[in-house]
T-cell receptor, first 116, second 114 residues
Framework: NAGVTQTPKFRVLKTGQSMTLLCAQDMNHEYMYWYRQDPGMGLRLIHYSVGEGTTAKGEVPDGYNVSRLKKQNFLLGLESAAPSQTSVYFC???????????????FGPGTRLTVT | SQKIEQNSEALNIQEGKTATLTCNYTNYSPAYLQWYRQDPGRGPVFLLLIRENEKEKRKERLKVTFDTTLKQSLFHITASQPADSATYLCALPKGYNAGNMLTFGGGTRLMVKP
């Protein structure tokens, strides 16, 4: 199993450009998440999804959109990139609460995005 | 508001010693607490979960304690090795019964010197 994969690994954008980050998981997880990680700020939840066709806002959703058209994929879009969105983006997935799991989240390798 | 504090300064210890990392939280009454390991350039990896009714949990050389009165968790690595060098994150659910929605601390970097 590949686990959680993310593409691309690195990207440089100019202010105002758009892009989509792709996350894929092969563990049949219901829940998927997008985080950003900045120095000294820890991981912050951007958006999440509790199932195919559903999405919800996390703590820092502004400037981002997401879609979950297929259970295994979770897309994060930046419509008009800003320098403040320079960060490392992580996707994660998990089983739903109450399932035979320990609530652990499985993370992808990250995408390093620089907006100039 | 909910807040998680981990020592932002790196912890440097000698190989073979026990490393102890601290996670303090405020304005929470979490049902559980998790610890993750993150290596440079990689995503976090789950290590341990401890529930509110558990005082201590062990996994190989790892030990986690959870004091809900002090609102603190301690993470111990015994007989530390240079390969244990990484950043360690604690995470709590956003609410008591928030399911899988987690809030992460900023992490503490551990450096184990040979």
């Amino acid at each position: 199993n590949a686990g959680v994969t993310q593409t691309p690994k690195f990207r440089v954008l100019k202010t105002g450009q758009s892009m989509t980050l792709l996350c894929a998981q092969d563990m049949n997880h219901e829940y998927m998440y997008w985080y950003r990680q900045d120095p000294g700020m820890g991981l912050r939840l951007i958006h999440y999804s509790v199932g195919e066709g559903t999405t919800a806002k996390g703590e820092v959703p502004d400037g981002y959109n997401v879609s979950r058209l297929k259970k295994q994929n979770f897309l994060l879009g930046l419509e008009s990139a800003a320098p403040s969105q320079t960060s490392v983006y992580f996707c994660a997935s998990s089983y739903p609460p109450g399932s035979a799991s320990s609530y652990e989240q499985y993370f992808g390798p990250g995408t390093r995005l620089t907006v100039t | 508001s909910q807040k998680i504090e981990q020592n932002s300064e790196a912890l440097n210890i000698q190989e073979g010693k026990t490393a102890t990392l601290t996670c303090n939280y405020t304005n929470y009454s979490p049902a559980y607490l998790q610890w993750y390991r993150q290596d440079p350039g990689r995503g976090p990896v789950f290590l341990l979960l401890i529930r509110e009714n558990e005082k201590e949990k062990r996994k190989e050389r790892l030990k986690v304690t959870f004091d809900t009165t002090l609102k603190q968790s301690l993470f111990h690595i015994t007989a530390s090795q240079p390969a244990d060098s990484a950043t360690y994150l604690c995470a709590l659910p956003k609410g008591y019964n928030a399911g899988n929605m987690l809030t992460f601390g900023g992490g503490t970097r551990l450096m184990v010197k040979p």
